[in-house]
């Protein structure tokens, strides 16, 4: 079945230095989204990605979707505190089922 | 529009009693997802339903566990004979186009 799978799993940086995480999924997908979810908190909703090789930018924050539409990642420039949180992909096939993935752990350390 | 509404926010229950979450999605949201999550992990799908049908259930332990989204009324998220190891946080998420609107959780603790 469908996996997407997410590296690493934790990650612990200084303030200020940057920060990224890899989604890597087993098939094709027809659109990616980003979730953020706070200690305690729900996810939210990020970003969706569509295209193959789309780059978008919120911020301090790059999305990236692969040319094979089957990879992501999420770099974020200059981490401060408030980054703290799990960042989660989520994958969508052709039909309405979200895959996600396994989710990295931000620590940010002032 | 409100958002995904969960309820109780909260729930406790002793090994053997029943669990029943409850999750009312967005307005005019007929996709229903259902998460559980683990202290320190990831999301875990669990179920995706529509109005009356389960299109997905690969993610539910196939004894205990059942889930169903009415014509009218919330989506339950029901769970038999809890143990303590059901406890957890449950997400359910809803949506009608491509992004999904997460509720904000049920956390069960069975003692």
């Known amino acids: 079945g469908q996996q997407v799978m997410q590296i690493p799993q934790y990650q612990h940086v200084q303030e200020g230095e940057d920060f990224t995480t890899y989604c890597n999924s087993s098939t094709t997908l027809s659109n990616i989204q980003w979730y953020k979810q706070r200690p305690g908190g729900h996810p939210v909703f990020l970003i969706q990605l569509v295209k193959s090789g789309e780059v978008k930018k919120q911020k301090r924050l790059t999305f990236q979707f692969g040319e094979a539409k089957k990879n992501s990642s999420l770099h974020i420039t200059a981490t401060q505190t408030t980054d703290v949180g799990t960042y989660f992909c989520?994958?969508?096939?052709?039909?309405?089922?979200?895959?996600f993935g396994t989710g990295t752990s931000l620590t940010v350390i002032p | 529009n409100a958002g995904v509404m969960q309820n109780p926010r909260h729930l406790v229950r002793r090994r053997g009693q029943e669990a029943r979450l409850r999750c009312s999605p967005m307005?005019?949201?007929?996709?229903v997802y259902w998460y559980r999550q683990l202290p320190e992990e990831g999301l875990k799908f669990m179920v995706y339903?529509?109005?009356?049908?389960?299109?997905?259930e690969s993610g539910m332990p196939k004894e205990r566990f059942s889930a169903e989204f009415p014509k009218e009324g919330p989506s339950i998220l029901r769970i038999q004979q809890v143990v303590r190891g059901d406890s957890a946080a449950y997400f359910c998420?809803?949506?009608?186009?491509?992004?999904?609107?997460f509720g904000p959780g049920t956390r069960l603790t069975v003692l």
């Open positions: 339903l529509q109005k009356e049908n389960i299109i997905d």
């Open positions: 998420a809803s949506s009608h186009g491509p992004r999904g609107f």
């Open positions: 989520a994958g969508r096939d052709t039909g309405n089922q979200f895959y």
């Open positions: 307005k005019g949201h007929s996709h």
